[in-house]
């Protein structure tokens, strides 16, 4: 059982070039979710699917899109990276109420 | 307004000491409480939750106060395994975008 996995764990891109951030979770949980956390700022939601075949804006995202390919799999997507976007981005997943299991985390250098 | 609040630190205590960190909700409507851990270059993971009766896990100790709304977390004899970030985490219900983290408070335990 590995709980959330994410790939890559690092990543260093030029202005302008896309990406695609990977995310899975064999726990069987419906929700999934894509936060990036920046110093003094704590964990901002980008996207979440709150079950497989749905998808829907969190409170940042602009510059991003998402696609839940099925339900232990949620994906993130920078078709023109911005040195804003630059930051360490978490993938989670859970079912219901209780606890929220992260990834590892990727961490991204746009340059 | 944001929907939690924490105060960052960072806390810089000596091993054995004891030490309180607080944070605020604005929704009164909230229906469930967490404490997360993170450390350094890690993903976020789950202390504790919080009861309203409070509720104790070995040194450490969690209490709600719903009239006033805030939760602390109560860490008794430092240990210097316990310097990490401390995120309080807050379930507003009602969907699967109803989770909302506190920026975190820094613990530094100092040998």
């Known amino acids: 059982n590995a709980g959330v996995t994410q790939t890559p764990k690092f990543q260093v891109l030029k202005t302008g070039q896309s990406m695609t951030l990977q995310c899975a979770q064999d726990?069987?949980?419906?929700?999934m979710y894509w936060y990036r956390q920046d110093p003094g700022m704590g964990l901002r939601l980008i996207y979440y699917?709150?079950?497989?075949?749905?998808?829907d804006k969190g409170e940042v995202p602009n510059g991003y899109n998402v696609s839940r390919l099925n339900k232990r799999e949620f994906s993130l997507r920078l078709e023109s990276a911005a040195p804003s976007q630059t930051s360490v981005y978490f993938c989670?997943?859970?079912?219901?109420?209780?606890?929220?299991?992260f990834g590892p985390g990727t961490r991204l250098t746009v340059t | 307004r944001k929907e939690v609040e924490q105060d960052p630190g960072p806390f810089n205590v000596p091993e054995g000491a004891t030490v309180a960190f607080n944070c605020t909700y604005s929704?009164?409507?909230?229906?469930?409480f967490f404490w997360y851990r993170q450390d350094c270059r890690k993903e976020p993971k789950l202390l504790m939750s919080?009861?309203?009766s409070g509720n104790e896990d070995g040194r450490f100790t969690a209490q709600l106060n719903r009239a006033s709304q805030y939760i602390s977390l109560l860490i008794r004899d430092s240990k210097l395994s316990d310097s990490a970030t401390y995120l309080c985490?807050?379930?507003?219900?009602?969907?699967?975008?109803?989770?909302?983290f506190g920026t975190g408070t820094r613990l530094t335990v100092i040998p």
């Open positions: 929704n009164s409507a909230s229906q469930s």
């Open positions: 985490v807050v379930n507003r219900g009602g969907g699967a975008n109803n989770l909302f």
């Open positions: 919080v009861y309203s």
């Open positions: 989670a997943s859970r079912t219901g109420v209780v606890e929220q299991y």
């Open positions: 699917s709150a079950s497989e075949g749905t998808t």
């Open positions: 726990m069987n949980h419906n929700s």
